[in-house]
């Protein structure tokens, strides 16, 4: 392969935007917070009425990037 | 001393639970699924954030069941063109002209993702470069940024930045030619 051709390859994949993937990077510990949080909202009617109200909220108290993948799962624990 | 984890070998790390193979895996493909989705699909910045968590989301779900770990790569672009079609779709609810677009985008895109791969195996012969070579050629090519900038960041001259590049650029090409007399394990960062 020519260097240039190499050059040309390299531009092809600048990094993703920082934030996006230190969330994706974090999902392990998300799930398992989200698992800690949902767990806890049962036995807690407030904090699952604070879940239910604003789950971003709630994710941040707990240290973790409401990101929309995380929410998502949140809400999905929440009604399943 | 060992190279980087394979894919097939970070999966099974994944699996069994470890973290920091999962960030590996993530920071490995998350150039490839972002391209994919902004510069194949053209997605819109706020959908394209959307989707990139979603794709992320579905792999961590089935990776469990992933049937063959070396055949992670074409599995991930797979679900990566599904989901941003999915998010096209729904776009184009509301804007039933793009109807056509989604089609001329998804034909296009057999080629655009073979350019990618291509790009991901180049990426991953940058692994075996010195740090400060891989760094700089990243910096240029991938980040765009001026020589004036990468000379800062490294604390080297800025009008020794070329020739560097041109150094490094032939060091890749030997590590290629290397890669394809022997078979390499796939993957990208």
């Given at each position: 392969?020519?260097?240039?051709?190499?050059?040309?390859?390299?531009?092809?994949?600048?990094?993703?935007?920082?934030?996006?993937?230190?969330?994706?990077?974090?999902?392990?510990?998300?799930?398992?917070?989200?698992?800690?949080?949902?767990?806890?909202?049962?036995?807690?009617?407030?904090?699952?009425?604070?879940?239910?109200?604003?789950?971003?909220?709630?994710?941040?108290?707990?240290?973790?990037?409401?990101?929309?993948?995380?929410?998502?799962?949140?809400?999905?624990?929440?009604?399943? | 001393m060992a190279g980087p984890p394979?894919?097939?070998?970070?999966?099974?790390?994944?699996?069994?639970?470890?973290?920091?193979?999962?960030?590996?895996?993530?920071?490995?493909?998350?150039?490839?699924?972002?391209?994919?989705?902004?510069?194949?699909?053209?997605?819109?910045?706020?959908?394209?954030?959307?989707?990139?968590?979603?794709?992320?989301?579905?792999?961590?779900?089935?990776?469990?069941?992933?049937?063959?770990?070396?055949?992670?790569?074409?599995?991930?672009?797979?679900?990566?063109?599904?989901?941003?079609?999915?998010?096209?779709?729904?776009?184009?609810?509301?804007?039933?002209?793009?109807?056509?677009?989604?089609?001329?985008?998804?034909?296009?895109?057999?080629?655009?993702?073979?350019?990618?791969?291509?790009?991901?195996?180049?990426?991953?012969?940058?692994w075996d470069?010195p740090?400060?070579?891989?760094?700089?050629?990243?910096?240029?090519?991938?980040?765009?940024?001026?020589?004036?900038?990468?000379?800062?960041?490294?604390?080297?001259?800025?009008?020794?930045?070329?020739?560097?590049?041109?150094?490094?650029?032939?060091?890749?090409?030997?590590?290629?030619?290397?890669?394809?007399?022997?078979?390499?394990?796939?993957?990208?960062?």
């Open positions: 392969m020519r260097a240039e051709r190499i050059a040309e390859l390299l531009t092809d994949l600048p990094p993703a935007p920082e934030p996006w993937v230190r969330a994706a990077q974090e999902l392990p510990r998300a799930r398992r917070e989200i698992e800690r949080l949902v767990a806890h909202a049962r036995a807690d009617a407030e904090l699952s009425a604070a879940l239910a109200a604003d789950p971003e909220v709630a994710l941040r108290r707990a240290g973790l990037e409401p990101a929309p993948c995380v929410v998502a799962a949140l809400r999905a624990r929440l009604e399943g | 394979s894919d097939a070998e970070l999966i099974a790390r994944c699996r069994a639970g470890d973290d920091a193979a999962w960030a590996l895996l993530v920071e490995r493909f998350a150039r490839y699924v972002h391209a994919i989705l902004t510069r194949v699909y053209r997605l819109a910045p706020r959908v394209a954030e959307d989707t990139f968590h979603e794709v992320f989301a579905r792999v961590y779900e089935q990776l469990p069941k992933l049937r063959d770990d070396a055949a992670f790569r074409p599995w991930l672009a797979q679900l990566t063109r599904r989901l941003a079609i999915d998010a096209l779709r729904a776009a184009a609810r509301e804007r039933p002209d793009d109807g056509e677009l989604i089609e001329y985008l998804d034909i296009a895109a057999d080629d655009a993702i073979t350019e990618l791969e291509q790009a991901l195996t180049v990426r991953a012969a940058l470069l740090d400060h070579c891989a760094d700089v050629l990243d910096r240029f090519f991938a980040r765009d940024e001026s020589y004036a900038t990468i000379g800062a960041a490294l604390g080297i001259p800025a009008g020794t930045i070329a020739s560097r590049i041109s150094r490094c650029l032939e060091r890749v090409r030997s590590i290629l030619e290397g890669r394809s007399a022997t078979p390499a394990p796939s993957g990208g960062r």
